[in-house]
């Protein structure tokens, strides 16, 4: 193959993301490979595992060794119905997150096909909706300790132990500017956030920066112990990326059926 125009538009996405993740020299080098190994019929499963093949790249300046995490990895790793696995590995460092993707597939909410690439055909819309999540975040945290301020003690907890007793504190003005300063960072994201694989990944992280901060706001100034807050935090964290990628996921979805319709009139005779 001597181009990569010659791809489908689907598997050409795929390709062109990961070959701009890497230095300009590594991925020159790896052009040529994957030129040898895509052709006009390869379909996006099979170009994912051509990748996925390449494993860590020795010697790249750029990663050390690694890809770089990016906001369209964080998007497809949380985010990949095609995969049938829950716990995938993390996409940066140890460990293992969790594949939204795959529980919905499961659970019957989505089709594994549903989109070609996944999130590169949510309209904008379906964004601006999303970053609604952590705008009423951070509203609801500039409302709340408009209200409660002069209520609240000198010293917030910053620290817990396992029971949900607090074990370290630190000043109210030191408190309220971090929670306040994560939610509204992350809601003013939201809205400057792109569209495609990029965007999706950046309203699921503002989505749960939001969800976090509210949540140690409420926690550090209940009036008594929530020993259950640590579950509800943890619970909470979790759901909430994969609810924001569902419904950018949903709206894609619609979206690329409407403009198939458009351009096939006959599919709904």
Do not use: C
Request: glycine letters at 8%; zero cysteines.
């Amino acid at each position: 193959m001597a181009t990569f125009t010659d791809l489908r538009p689907e598997v050409r996405a795929v390709v062109q993301a990961y070959l701009a993740e890497l230095d300009r020299g590594t991925a020159a080098e790896l052009t040529g490979y994957l030129m040898e190994r895509l052709d006009a019929e390869t379909s996006v499963e099979e170009a994912r595992r051509i990748i996925a093949d390449i494993g860590p790249i020795e010697g790249d300046s750029a990663t050390g060794g690694w890809r770089l995490p990016s906001w369209s990895r964080f998007a497809e790793t949380l985010w990949d119905p095609r995969n049938p696995k829950v716990m995938v590995p993390n996409v940066f460092g140890l460990g293992w997150t969790v594949n939204f993707g795959a529980i919905a597939v499961k659970a019957g909410l989505i089709e594994p096909d549903a989109e070609d690439v996944p999130f590169a055909n949510v309209p904008a819309s379906a964004f601006r909706g999303a970053a609604v999540v952590p705008t009423a975040l951070a509203a609801a945290v500039v409302l709340h300790y408009l209200a409660r301020w002069d209520e609240l003690p000198e010293h917030l907890p910053s620290h817990w132990a396992w029971d949900g007793t607090p074990d370290r504190f630190q000043s109210k003005g030191a408190a309220a500017a971090t929670d306040l300063g994560i939610t509204v960072l992350a809601a003013a994201a939201a809205w400057l956030g792109r569209r495609g694989p990029r965007g999706a990944g950046i309203a699921a992280a503002t989505a749960v920066a939001g969800v976090a901060a509210a949540a140690t706001t409420v926690w550090r100034t209940a009036d008594r112990r929530l020993g259950w807050a640590g579950p509800a935090f943890a619970a909470a964290v979790a759901a909430v990326p994969g609810s924001v990628l569902y419904g950018l996921a949903r709206a894609g979805r619609d979206a690329e059926m409407q403009a198939d319709l458009r351009n096939n009139p006959t599919q709904i005779m």
